[in-house]
């Protein structure tokens, strides 16, 4: 069965530090991988990954894909309070997007 | 003005009863999706269409039904609607043809979504 697994589910740090969550997946016919930030309201596109190996970055976030390990990890440096949020990790699955549960990542001051 | 757009934003309504929300969007997508969401278990898929002829289930499609009445506009019905389908839902759009905004990228493989700002829907 597909499935996109996220870890941790939660996650509570302090202002300036580095975060790391992490998708893996298991997926028939993988396309893209792609990562959200949701806030209080709908989810917004962060980055989408389809080769192994190249890193996509927008300022302190950044993002990379391991087609071999079936995984990517969205990494925040610099942490602060603004990035509190629910990141999503989708995978495109032929014409399917199957979602993770999600990280809910709080930063406290 | 919103791209994507949902109506109702709040409902709350009655076991047994019909429920339609309604998705609109003016980004000129072909392809629109329904999801809902559910604490710990993300964003789950119920219906996708890809044009207005083209409409396919999800996860879970149970329960649900859909109609896709123009390009602009993708509906989801909820006939009989039962206390476990309280949630969130959300419609997207996407056109993996259309470059937005990322220059070299190849055609048909961009498929970021443009969600809407979500439909909380409680069943009583």
């Known amino acids: 069965e597909d499935k996109v697994v996220q870890s941790p589910l939660s996650l509570v740090v302090h202002e300036g530090d580095t975060v790391t969550l992490n998708c893996s997946y298991e997926?028939?016919?993988?396309?893209?991988l792609l990562w959200y930030k949701q806030e209080k309201k709908a989810p917004t596109f962060l980055f989408m990954l389809?080769?192994?190996?190249i890193e996509k970055k927008s300022g302190r976030l950044s993002s990379i894909l391991d087609k071999k390990e079936l995984s990517s990890i969205l990494n925040i440096t610099a942490t602060q309070t603004g990035d509190s949020a629910i990141y999503l990790c989708?995978?495109?699955?032929?014409?399917?997007?199957?979602f993770g549960a999600g990280t809910r990542l709080t930063v406290k001051p | 003005d919103a791209d994507v757009t949902q109506t109702p934003r709040n409902r709350i309504t009655k076991t047994g009863k019909r429920i339609m929300l309604e998705c609109s969007q003016t980004k000129g997508h072909d392809r629109m999706y329904w999801y809902r969401q559910d604490p710990g278990l993300g964003l789950r898929l119920i219906y996708y269409?890809?044009?207005?002829?083209?409409?396919n289930k999800g996860e879970i499609s149970d329960g649900y039904s859909v109609s896709r009445q123009a390009q602009a506009k993708f509906s989801l019905s909820l006939e009989s609607a039962i206390p476990n389908q309280t949630a969130l839902y959300f419609c997207?759009?996407?056109?993996?043809?259309?470059?937005?905004?990322?220059?070299?990228?190849?055609?048909?493989?961009?498929?970021?979504?443009?969600f809407g700002p979500g439909t909380r829907l409680t069943v009583l």
């Open positions: 989708a995978v495109e699955d032929n014409n399917d997007m199957r």
């Open positions: 997207a759009t996407s056109d993996p043809n259309k470059a937005a905004g990322t220059s070299g990228r190849p055609r048909g493989t961009y498929n970021e979504q443009f």
């Open positions: 997926v028939t016919n993988f396309r893209s």
């Open positions: 389809t080769s192994s190996g």
């Open positions: 269409s890809f044009d207005v002829k083209d409409i």
